[in-house]
């Protein structure tokens, strides 16, 4: 499989969905919010986005799926997979701020090969393909190379259940909130990690995630020539549910995480 096409096929499919889901914002309605669990919430928009991107991602026999409203659950844990989110950043699309993304990666195994994070609102493709850098359009992206925490801006995310852990993190922002120039929390990681590629942001870092909001935008990351790695400094992000990416405060950031996780 010749990534630069996947690549193109991924934006293109980005873009499709995108504009979908834009023309559902201008009309969208509050009763139309569903809930998968506290806090959790899920429209028609999430679930008919990821309807059109497996149809037109299917062309591809023996590639197996993980998505996020699971209408094509196929994956092969260590086979070729399209990773998808239709829609993340559910949240600010229900409530009308304008900060969302559709976020799609091909990856085998565990290695993300190609990936796209289309912002929807702003309408800007993030893409990037293995070993073959990262770009905003036609722009080539680089990450930050501050590597003194105070001289940095950070991103992250705040849960939505496993509150048993929120102390600890809180220890986290409570250091990085005195330490940064500040602490962002916009509401969709796959566009936190492209904008950590692009060095708007220093650092993300998350707990609580999933593949899908994750795999295109460490791609990025990585591709940008950033770090990333899960809250031990492993490699176990992309389905260990935790990850830390930045540019050159990488290891600043980690060792901040790593006193309290």
């Known amino acids: 499989m010749e990534l630069e096409k996947i690549k193109d096929l991924l934006v293109e499919t980005a873009i499709e969905a995108g504009s979908f889901i834009r023309k559902e914002a201008e009309g969208f309605q509050s009763q139309a919010i569903e809930y998968k669990d ?4 899920v429209s028609y928009v999430d679930k008919e986005a990821e309807k ?6 299917s062309q591809y026999v023996g590639v197996g799926f993980i998505t996020e409203e699971e209408t094509a659950e196929t994956s092969d844990k260590d086979g070729y997979n399209w990773i998808i989110d239709p829609l993340d950043g559910t949240a600010n699309f229900v409530h009308g701020v304008p900060h969302y993304s559709v976020s799609l990666a091909f990856a085998k195994g565990k290695e993300v090969l190609a990936g796209v994070v289309y912002h929807v609102p702003a309408n800007e493709v993030y893409s990037a393909i293995k070993g073959g850098g990262a770009y905003k359009g036609d722009k080539k ?9 105070g001289e940095t801006l950070m991103a992250t995310g705040f849960p939505y259940y496993r509150f048993e852990e929120m102390h600890r993190y809180i220890k986290i922002l409570e250091e990085l909130m005195q330490g940064t120039h500040g602490l962002r ?10 904008f950590v590629a692009e060095g708007r942001y220093d650092g993300f870092f998350e707990y609580n995630l999933n593949s899908y909001d994750m795999a295109a935008g460490v791609l990025l990351v990585q591709e940008a020539g950033g770090v990333v790695t899960d809250f031990k400094g492993g490699d176990k992000y992309l389905f260990g549910g935790d990850v830390v ?3 050159a405060s990488h290891e600043a950031l980690l060792q901040v995480i790593k006193k309290y996780w």
Do not use: P, T, W
Request: positive net charge; hydrophobic residues 55%.
């Open 38 to 41: 506290v806090n959790n919430v």
């Open 52 to 57: 059109r991107i497996v149809e037109r991602l």
């Open 141 to 149: 992206l680089q990450v930050s190379k501050a590597k003194v925490l």
């Open 185 to 194: 929390r916009f509401g969709s990681a796959a566009l936190d990690l492209a």
């Open 245 to 247: 990416a930045g540019g």
